[in-house]
């Protein structure tokens, strides 16, 4: 079943006093099914970085629709946006994003704090995260007395306290040294596993190598994708380089 649909979307943007015109995204077209993990690559000013912002319902398209689920997010009043975004989507970002001045419990409660969910449900709901995330011992610490890894599985658990209907994660290994991108991947896997649906932007062929499809965009346009099928990681980190190659070559490759 389709949780995501993306339909003819475009992006253009206009420079000051309307002098010209550069076209970010053109008639993207591609759904997400419900418990999928996907990844997105390209090189930078492909357009990934515009179609994750619009996902996000952080901009809005020139022209096109996006559904999530039979909900058509560019209908979405102004200011019922950030409600939606909140009960609906999950974020997870390359440098974090968390509040020196907060605990990592408080942190992770932020979400929930601002959807006046009370006390209790926020503890009941946070135990079984910080027990699956390894990060029971640090909650009461602050993000400046703990590793990167840390920091980035206390933002997961953030972004999953709210139980989305989307994850989406923008370069959530790019801070990270490999030992502690490997296990935010792995842990990626394990709630992708439970049901959890991700939507992935990386530049990382071993990150996107963990994804059950990748889609390759080009000069705002989606150029290929690989489906996992029966391949196991090494093989999809194969075939996603030599994608790259192609794609950097100019080439043409069969999907």
């Known amino acids: 079943m389709s949780l995501l649909e993306v339909k003819s979307l475009q992006k253009i943007y206009t420079t000051r006093f309307g002098m010209n015109q550069v076209q970010a995204l053109k008639n993207v077209n591609f759904t997400v099914e419900a418990g999928e993990y996907l990844a997105i690559m390209g090189e930078s000013g492909s357009g990934k ?3 994750l912002n619009i996902l996000a319902s952080l901009d809005r398209p020139s ?7 039979d909900k058509n997010m560019m209908a979405i009043k102004d200011r019922e946006i950030t409600a939606f975004r909140r009960e609906n989507l999950g974020f997870v970002f390359q440098d974090f994003n968390l509040l020196d001045t907060f605990s990592i419990r ?3 409660f932020l979400p929930l704090v601002l959807a006046q969910q009370p006390h209790q449900e926020m503890e009941k709901r946070i135990k079984p995260l910080a027990k699956k995330l390894g990060i029971e011992a640090i909650l009461d610490k602050y993000p ?12 997961v658990a953030r972004a999953l306290i709210t139980d989305p209907k989307l994850l989406l994660a923008d370069e959530p290994t790019g801070a990270l040294d490999s030992k502690a991108a490997a296990r935010l991947l792995d842990l990626f896997n394990a709630f992708n596993q439970d049901g959890q649906t991700i939507f992935m932007v990386t530049h990382s062929v071993a990150a996107a190598s963990r994804a059950s499809r990748v889609l390759f965009i080009k000069d705002g346009e989606i ?9 196991n990681n090494d093989e999809m980190y194969q075939k ?13 490759e069969d999907e």
Request: aromatic share 6%.
């Open 49 to 51: 970085t515009t179609l």
């Open 106 to 108: 408080d942190n992770i």
């Open 223 to 231: 150029y290929n994708q690989i489906y996992r099928g029966a391949m």
């Open 240 to 252: 996603i380089s030599m994608t790259l190659t192609v794609l950097a070559s100019g080439g043409q």
């Open 144 to 155: 400046y007395e703990v590793s990167g890894g840390q920091k980035q599985r206390a933002a």
């Open 63 to 69: 022209s096109g629709q996006v559904l999530l689920g």
